[in-house]
């Protein structure tokens, strides 16, 4: 599986941003996808995630209620759509794919948010 993350960039405080993650490769093994982001100095850590059909997501609190993370499987992408933005959310945002035995990530996206 292959990921590539577009769509970052430079926002003011209170913009919004889409990111998207476009999968190629054994697509037909994916199942849950998600969004995580690094901050400097930081660990990474879990913004969202989505189950394959798209019906079940998580989020972590500092994000609830400001992003949503959605999928189309026909486009083989998956989408956050970050609105509220705050210079904490400023970060490396990275796309994962879990699959036993391994991680897929692709090579992330700079999300800058200045205050």
């Known amino acids: 599986v292959q990921l590539v993350e577009s769509g970052g960039g430079l926002v003011q405080a209170g913009g919004s941003l889409k990111l998207s993650c476009a999968a190629s490769?054994?697509?037909?093994?994916?199942?849950?996808m998600g969004w995580y982001r690094q901050a400097p100095g930081k660990q990474r850590e879990l913004v969202a995630a989505i189950s394959s059909g798209g019906g079940r997501t998580t989020y972590a609190d500092s994000v609830k209620g400001r992003f949503t993370i959605s999928r189309d499987n026909a486009k083989n992408t998956m989408y956050l759509q970050m609105n509220s933005l705050k210079p904490e959310d400023t970060a490396v945002y990275y796309c994962?794919?879990?699959?036993?035995?391994?991680?897929?990530w692709g090579q992330g996206t700079q999300v800058t948010v200045s205050s």
């Open positions: 490769g054994s697509t037909f093994s994916i199942n849950v």
């Open positions: 994962n794919v879990p699959q036993v035995g391994r991680n897929y």
